[in-house]
């Protein structure tokens, strides 16, 4: 991968809402050695310094930062909306499990998870990905029926990009009805032209 490729993906990462949002999502953590001066991340402890074996739960980006390839200062365990209980649930029947309740950025999140390599990854990546191919065509079918049938219940279940795929299918339905009854190929007038007529006329009227 090329290094401006490299730098594209990070800076789109950077700007995300949804990515921000993603990375102060809570991991438990185990601290596997003593850390000088970061005691206060610990609220039920008086001491300078965080002691080792104590259990925390650390926003994603700062345990990714003591859990990398070369270090590992913290052990990380995976949130319980991933273990194999509720991925069993979810692997049951996708499409009747409340995502958004589970986390709004459950796919997101998820998949940052992979990162820490952990026994259950293969596992969670798979269920990721078969939980996703089981609600697309639910979720592409009903936006487009949206217009006909009430789906608020189904987006109320939703994750965040879900909700995006569903906005995108209605929208693109509603192009299509535009196109359909040839909307699409009207003229109309500027607004910018619109704008300029209604100041011409009342300097007229003015003057």
Not at 53 to 59: F, G, M, Q, S, V
Not at 134 to 145: L, P
Request: charged share 25%; net charge positive; proline share 4%.
């Amino acid at each position: 991968m090329s290094s401006k490729r490299s730098a594209a993906i990070h800076l789109d990462g950077y700007f995300s809402t949804e990515d921000i949002l993603t990375t102060q999502e809570r991991v438990p953590c185990k601290i596997d050695m003593t850390i000088n001066r970061m005691g206060y991340l610990d609220v039920g402890s008086d001491n300078e310094n965080l002691q080792a074996n104590t259990k925390l739960d650390l926003p994603y980006w700062m345990a990714k930062a003591l859990h990398g390839r070369n270090r590992h200062i913290i052990s990380v365990d995976i949130p319980k909306h991933y273990k194999e209980g509720y991925r069993e649930i979810l692997m049951a029947d996708p499409t009747v499990v409340n995502l958004h309740k589970l986390g709004p950025n459950y796919y997101n999140f998820g998949t940052k998870l992979l990162n820490f390599e952990t026994p259950e990854s293969p596992a969670i990546a798979r269920c990721l990905l078969k939980a996703f191919q089981g609600r697309f065509r639910k979720i592409m079918d009903s936006a487009q029926n949206s217009f006909n049938t009430d789906t608020t219940p189904l987006i109320e279940k939703l994750d965040d990009m879900e909700r995006t795929l569903f906005k995108t299918g209605q929208s693109s339905l509603n192009d299509f009805h535009r196109w359909q009854s040839r909307e699409t190929e009207k003229i109309t007038t500027s607004s910018l032209v619109q704008t300029y007529r209604k100041r011409k006329r009342a300097a007229m009227e003015e003057t």
